[in-house]
């Protein structure tokens, strides 16, 4: 494995077909969900919602509708509540399965990303002490990538002042 930082975590591309092919297993995904819904964020705020412990509490509730008929309103569906409550069960797992998936998505992204970066920051500073050497074209390839910095105030990644080519 060939680095150009100390540590390459990830050293990895997506073929082009691997992409679409991720594509469509997440359009595949969301056809066999077409129910699926969004919710605005006043809605997520108002909905009354469902833990463990309510969870137990709407078993409990669907148990004793199914098993006191008579006393319940004819409005109060227990075939419904209890297909309510099995889908909500199912979207649980997905949610736990695609939320790690997620998670590794990001992860492996943000290293990705950071090891982009700081092989360019690497590299800047390497262009800006060949400039400051007098290396031949590198005045000018460091200027160009300064540009990125400015405005920017003095850090550790700002730019000192290198001779023109």
């Known amino acids: 494995m060939s680095s150009n930082i100390p540590l390459n975590r990830v050293s990895a591309t997506i073929t082009a077909e691997d992409l679409q092919a991720v594509r469509q297993s997440i359009t595949a995904i969301t056809e ?3 129910f699926l819904t969004g919710l605005t964020d006043d809605e997520k705020k108002r909905l009354p919602k469902i833990d463990g412990s309510n969870k137990t ?5 669907l148990q004793a509708i ?52 700081s092989s360019a ?23 160009h990538l300064r540009q990125r910095f400015s405005g920017q105030g003095r850090s550790q990644t700002a730019p000192e002042s290198t001779p023109s080519e």
């Open 32 to 34: 066999k969900l077409p």
């Open 57 to 61: 509490f709407v078993e409990d509730a």
């Open 66 to 117: 199914k098993t006191n008929s008579t006393l319940v309103p004819s409005f109060v569906n227990p075939e419904e509540m209890s297909k309510d409550l099995a889908l909500f069960m199912q979207l649980d797992e997905i949610h736990l399965l695609l939320q790690e998936l997620t998670e590794k998505v990001r992860s492996t992204q943000t290293v990705a990303g950071s090891e982009a970066y």
């Open 121 to 143: 920051l690497m590299s800047y500073r390497l262009f800006q002490a060949a400039a400051q050497a007098g290396v031949p074209g590198a005045a000018s390839i460091f200027n």
